[in-house]
């Protein structure tokens, strides 16, 4: 069981945003994608999750061929995407934003909603408070409730700490290593290096939309000149 990328390429705008990529993501491992501003994690993010066209190689789930399906058929198949931006439905209660990203499943909405709440009290507090009246951090909790909601099995997790405090940080990290521990298998971006490389197994760099280091995440806490390398070409 595994989530399969080989050989993918993504286009955005007509133009080549990712070409070439291969990854793979194991239950309970966590994939860090690294990379500077314009280097294609996002694209790549939106790509896997069927939100900007795949025209070149192949991405499955557990054996499943996924390769060309739209959002809705992906999010069915287990993976969650959790873009930068902290999207929530502004105008709708936490407690409706919630219900409607559970909208998919086929049983079990007030179970999973409880297991939601429990991850993120905060939320819990909130439940009747619209979503757009929220903190940049309680809105980031939400949007990973949103994925949370179709009982992931792998999510892609773009940008998490954007514009946050380094206390809401340090919990959403947390969070990423709960979901870890429960097995969840997670590709994610994030911008502060340390901190993607702290909680991830396996690490890939993007330059140009194209993979430059693919290894243990631990070869580049050791050797910061390894990520700087692979970051830059130097």
Known sequence: MAFVVTDLAVT????????GVSLRIEPGQVVAVLGANGAGKSELVLGLAGMLPVTAGSVAVDDQPL?????DAI??????AVPEGHRVLARL?????LRAAGSILPRGLDETLADTYALFPELAERKKQLAG????????MLALGHALMARPRYMLIDEMSLGLAP????RLMGFVEGLKARGVGILL?????SLALGVADTALVLRS???RFAGPAQTLRDDPQALDRAYFGH
């Open 167 to 170: 206390l809401v940080v340090r």
């Open 93 to 97: 209660s936490v407690d409706d934003n």
């Open 12 to 19: 955005k705008g007509g133009r080549a945003a990712v070409s």
């Open 75 to 80: 999010r069915r198949a287990g993976i969650a």
């Open 209 to 211: 939309g194209k993979l």
């Open 133 to 140: 009246t929220m903190s940049g951090g309680q809105q980031q």
């Open 67 to 71: 390769t060309g399906r739209g959002p």
């Open 189 to 193: 971006i994030e911008q502060f290096t």
